[in-house]
Structure formats: structure tokens, C-alpha cells
């Protein structure tokens, strides 16, 4: 069975700071790793994932993520928070290879202060 | 236009009454997801679909049923809705080895 953590519902950051969102996941199975972004009233949109190769992924925006095996996480991280990234943030693990039956954290509100 | 379509977008409704959910698509995945978001609990699995003939069931099946009418529909109905089920629901889809592509949701409220 799969299962996300992420540390911290809310994170505050000013503008032009780093972004750090924490999370842990556990997984009997080689993961395939997601973060999603949740903007007001909208979709999940995906920021970026990793199944397999390089352990640092980029996606969009300029967020990118590292998978460490060895701690069992994959922090989402950011050089420069902009005011556009205020939003709700989603881990996500699902099991390697089959079914994209994801499991997902219970989400970090990320506010940006000018 | 959008790839996954939810409708209706909103909707209120009163305990014991039937309600339907339904998703179309046109991304041509033949994976289709039924997940509820609830406040501090992230997203959790209703129902998935590999296709038309395959039905599962996820984390929270109960109280709820699904109908795949077609690779492009997939639909959720709780029979008799109670308030508890009052959410954010969302419809996803996806090939194998693809992130799932999420719907624009369907907030709602049973009073």
C-alpha cells in the first residue's frame, strides 16, 4: 500500500523567496511520484512527475522536485516565489508500471506576501 | 474547449435524493477516475475504469456507483445522498504511463 505526507497545510513565503513544499511518501513498490497545483475553483493541474532515470525532474513555472529514495521523499521546490504561485499544492504516489491509481497528500495552501 | 468535461459544475440537493455526476471526455484515454476532495484530506479513489468493460472500486466506493456508457463516459451517482457527501468532486483520465488529466470539478452540496 501507498500513502503521502506532506509536512505543513499552510506555508508562507514573501515574494522572490525560496519555495520549499516537504513531501514523504511510503511505497512496498517502486513510486511514481506527482506533484499537482490547485488553483481557486479550478482542476488539478500537473506540475511535474517522476517514474524512473534522472532524480531531479523540472516541470512548469520553474518548479522542479528531487526524488530521494534513501529519505523516501520528493520536495517541491522553487528559486523565486511569484505572486502568481499562490495556490493549493498536491503529492502524489502511485505504484510503478500499471494503473495510474493515485494517492494523493492531503494537499499545502502556499500564500505569497508581497 | 475543455478535454474533461464535468457536469453540472454545481449542484444542490437534498438528502435521499438521487444524484448523477457525469464526465465525458475527448483526450481519447482509456482510463477514467472518479476521485472526492474533502478539505485537509487531499483527494481520495471513488471508482476507476481501464475500460468500458472494467469497473473498480477505489478507497470510498460506498454509497456510491459508477456507469462507463462509453470509452468517453463515465459517470458517478449516489443513490441516496447524505450530507457527508457534500465535496469537490473530480473526474480524471489517462493512457498507462501517463499522468492523470483532471476535469474542472463538480462541487457538491447535500442539504
Known amino acids: 500500500a501507498q500513502s503521502v505526507t506532506q509536512l505543513g497545510s499552510h506555508v508562507s513565503v514573501s515574494e522572490g523567496a525560496l519555495v520549499l513544499l516537504r513531501c514523504n511518501y511510503s511505497?512496498?513498490?517502486?513510486?511514481?511520484l506527482f506533484w499537482y497545483v490547485q488553483y481557486p475553483n479550478q482542476g488539478l493541474q500537473l506540475l511535474l512527475k517522476?517514474?524512473?532515470?534522472?532524480?531531479l525532474v523540472k516541470g512548469i513555472n520553474g518548479f522542479e522536485a528531487e526524488f530521494k529514495k534513501s529519505e523516501t521523499s520528493f520536495h517541491l521546490t522553487k528559486p523565486s516565489a511569484h505572486m502568481s504561485d499562490a495556490a493549493e499544492y498536491f503529492c502524489?504516489?502511485?505504484?510503478?508500471?500499471?494503473?495510474?491509481?493515485?494517492?494523493f497528500g492531503q494537499g499545502t495552501r502556499l500564500t505569497i506576501n508581497p | 474547449d475543455a478535454d474533461v468535461t464535468q457536469t453540472p459544475r454545481n449542484r444542490i440537493t437534498k438528502t435521499g435524493k438521487r444524484i448523477m455526476l457525469e464526465c465525458s471526455q475527448t483526450?481519447?484515454?482509456?482510463?477514467m477516475y472518479w476521485y472526492r476532495q474533502d478539505p485537509g484530506l487531499g483527494l481520495r479513489l471513488i471508482y476507476y475504469?481501464?475500460?468500458?468493460?472494467?469497473?473498480n472500486k477505489g478507497e470510498i466506493s460506498d454509497g456510491y456507483s459508477v456507469s462507463r456508457q462509453a470509452q468517453a463516459k463515465f459517470s458517478l451517482s449516489l443513490e441516496s445522498a447524505i450530507p457527508n457527501q457534500t465535496a469537490l468532486y473530480f473526474c480524471?483520465?489517462?493512457?498507462?504511463?501517463?499522468?492523470?488529466?483532471f476535469g474542472q470539478g463538480t462541487r457538491l452540496t447535500v442539504v
Open positions: 475504469s481501464f475500460d468500458v468493460k472494467d469497473i
Open positions: 502524489a504516489v502511485s505504484a510503478s508500471g500499471g494503473a495510474q491509481k493515485l494517492v
Open positions: 483526450k481519447g484515454h482509456d482510463r
Open positions: 517522476y517514474t524512473t532515470g534522472a532524480t
Open positions: 511505497s512496498s513498490v517502486p513510486p511514481y
Open positions: 480524471a483520465t489517462s493512457v498507462q504511463g501517463t499522468a492523470p488529466f
